[in-house]
């Protein structure tokens, strides 16, 4: 089992520029989530999915959209990139059943806004 | 107000040291507490959980929440280079799907 795999692992976008990151999990669960990580603000979460076809805003969501068509998938994009949104993206899932919640990262996308 | 507070660090002990890494919070409605640890360019991993007040031991590690401070720890005993890392707590209040991560703590463990 490949577990969370994140593509790409690395990019630098110019201001303006839209891009998707892809987002797979081969472990069936019916959660997964996007977060941002930065220095001194740890993981925030941006937008999650319970379930295919459904997707919530999570605390940053501004800037940024998402998709899950396919259970074992979940997209995210931006449409209009800014500095701001420099940052660690991680993917992470998690089965609906334990009460702890257990979320399996990927490692992680570096993203460059210039 | 963040409603996890976490000291940054970093935090660098000599191999064989007491390790203790705190968390504080502001929820009182927070009832699951986790740790997880991150590897330097790695996502992280979850290490321990527990429900509520109490202690829980896993090996080295060992998990102590007291609600009515709102302050949770993490002790690692006999520690390791090998356990130089991040360490995000994590905590929810309904046992679902949204957890609040601290912003982490660096551990560094000289051999």
């Known amino acids: 089992n490949a577990g969370v795999t994140q593509t790409p692992k690395f990019r630098v976008l110019k201001t303006g520029q839209s891009m998707t990151l892809l987002c797979a999990q081969d472990?069936?669960?019916?959660?997964m989530y996007w977060y941002r990580q930065d220095p001194g603000m740890g993981l925030r979460l941006i937008h999650y999915?319970?379930?295919?076809?459904?997707?919530a805003k999570g605390e940053v969501p501004d800037g940024y959209n998402v998709s899950r068509l396919k259970k074992q998938n979940f997209l995210l994009g931006l449409e209009s990139a800014a500095p701001s949104q420099t940052s660690v993206y991680f993917c992470?899932?998690?089965?609906?059943?334990?009460?702890?919640?257990?979320?399996?990262f990927g490692p992680g996308t570096r993203l460059t806004v210039l | 107000q963040k409603e996890v507070e976490q000291d940054p660090g970093p935090l660098s002990v000599p191999e064989g040291a007491i390790v203790s890494l705190n968390c504080t919070y502001s929820?009182?409605?927070?009832?699951?507490f986790m740790w997880y640890r991150q590897y330097s360019r790695k996502g992280p991993e979850l290490l321990m959980y527990?429900?509520?007040?109490g202690n829980k031991e896993d090996g080295r590690f060992t998990a102590q929440v007291d609600k009515s401070s709102k302050y949770i720890s993490l002790f690692i005993r006999d520690s390791q280079p090998s356990d130089s890392a991040t360490y995000l707590c994590?905590?929810?209040?309904?046992?679902?799907?949204?957890?609040?991560f601290g912003a982490g703590t660096r551990l560094f463990v000289k051999a």
């Open positions: 992470a899932s998690s089965p609906r059943a334990t009460w702890y919640n257990e979320q399996f």
């Open positions: 527990t429900y509520s007040s």
């Open positions: 929820n009182s409605a927070f009832q699951y």
């Open positions: 994590a905590m929810s209040d309904t046992g679902g799907f949204k957890t609040i």
């Open positions: 999915s319970v379930g295919e076809g459904t997707t």
């Open positions: 472990m069936n669960h019916e959660y």
